[in-house]
């Protein structure tokens, strides 16, 4: 039978917290023997938190930092990987949104909840459970490759039903899913002043649970036969 997806982003949507991000600084900041780089991406963290639309997100916010110290990629890749393989430890914690796993529980009754992500695969499981998510999400897509790998995801669960896909970065996480007709659920900072049309826009996922419930419930009723529909 026909049933509605959730696609879900991961750092951003999923996982708060700047931790991991900060990780990420203080890697970069060993490598390049200069501590002011963490400084200084503590400060752009700050910025993007306020509202900079410089900074897609926290990620891209120490990337320009340690671009500006003349960091070169090898050392940017080596320091990403480093921090996620910190992911979900104590040295790069995160928090869920609240009431997360009750929220996935219960939409999971009736719609395919699947992650797409960016993160590479290490750390991601073990944080999950933390989250208290790893059950509800069946399905897992790990180094994707947003924006461009998101439509193949998008594109197969919309031949089995309504898709919506959720995230914190319009052209990454929203904008390929809405160029093949998914709904769209934009969470975050960038979401109080995108100049793009998401279905729905919360500061956190938590904003917008009654609004994805909705959403699920027309979904999977859409999606039935219609002799089977109610009168």
Not at 176 to 200: D, F, I, K, Q, Y
Request: aromatic content about 6%; glycine content about 8%; some cysteine.
């Amino acid at each position: 039978m026909p049933h509605p997806t959730v696609v879900f982003d991961f750092d951003g949507t999923l996982a708060l917290g700047h931790r991991p991000v900060l990780a990420y600084a203080s890697h970069l900041a060993d490598a390049a023997g200069d501590r002011r780089l963490f400084a200084e991406a503590v400060d752009a963290l700050d910025r993007l938190d306020a509202g900079d639309p410089e900074f897609l997100d926290g990620y891209d916010a120490v990337r320009q930092v340690a671009l500006a110290h003349a960091v070169s990629e090898v050392a940017l890749e080596a320091a990403y990987q480093a921090s996620r393989q910190d992911l979900g430890t104590p040295a790069a914690p995160v928090t869920a949104p609240e009431g997360l796993a009750e929220f996935l529980a219960d939409l999971a009754a009736d719609a395919h909840l699947v992650l797409a992500t960016n993160a590479p695969a290490a750390g991601v499981e073990r944080a999950l459970v933390g989250l208290g998510a790893a059950e509800h999400l069946t399905e897992r897509h790990c180094a994707v490759g947003k924006p461009a790998g998101l439509g193949a995801v998008v594109e197969k669960h919309l031949s089995d039903g309504p898709v919506l896909s959720v995230g914190d970065i319009w052209d990454y996480d929203l904008a390929p899913a809405a160029r093949l007709g998914a709904a769209t659920a934009l969470v975050g900072p960038t979401a109080s002043r995108t100049t793009h049309h998401p279905t729905m826009r919360g500061t956190t996922l938590a904003d917008l649970y009654g609004d994805i419930q909705a959403w699920v419930a027309s979904a999977a009723r859409e999606t039935l036969h219609p002799t089977d529909r109610k009168a």
